[in-house]
Nanobody, 120 residues
Framework: QVQLVESGGGLVQPGGSLRLSCAASGTIFSIYSLGWYRQAPGKQRELVATITSGSTTSTADSVKGRFTISRDNAKNTVYLQMNSLKPEDTAVYYC??????????????WGQGTQVTVSS
């Protein structure tokens, strides 16, 4: 069983920065693709950024140039560096680990979420 624990959320003023962390346990961390998702009140969960096991990254257009995803396999941790934050970035941010195991199927794991609030 994979466990994911996010940290680093909080209240920040517009234009500020935060770094989210997601620590994993219970698995071979390096083989999983990792992602950050967010869900604002009354909205569907949306993909923010992903990083593959080979460290190829992708970010949503809404955060491109402001958010950066990275991973440290030695620490079993994935990060989301968020700069130039806007009020519309306010949401609960979730960490995800995903892998397709041939003959077994998809495995998806989620953290409990961390609140990010951007407000003056």
């Amino acid at each position: 069983q994979v466990q994911l624990v996010e940290s680093g959320g909080g209240l920040v003023q517009p234009g500020g920065s935060l770094r989210l962390s997601c620590a994993a346990s219970g698995t071979i961390f390096s083989i999983y693709s990792l992602g950050w998702y967010r869900q604002a009140p009354g909205k569907q969960r949306e993909l923010v950024a992903t990083i593959t096991s080979g460290s190829t990254t992708s970010t949503a257009d809404s955060v491109k140039g402001r958010f950066t995803i990275s991973r440290d396999n030695a620490k079993n941790t994935v990060y989301l560096q968020m700069n130039s934050l806007k009020p519309e970035d306010t949401a609960v941010y979730y960490c995800n680990a995903h892998k397709l195991f041939p003959g077994v199927g998809d495995r998806d794991y989620w953290g409990q979420g961390t609140q990010v609030t951007v407000s003056s």
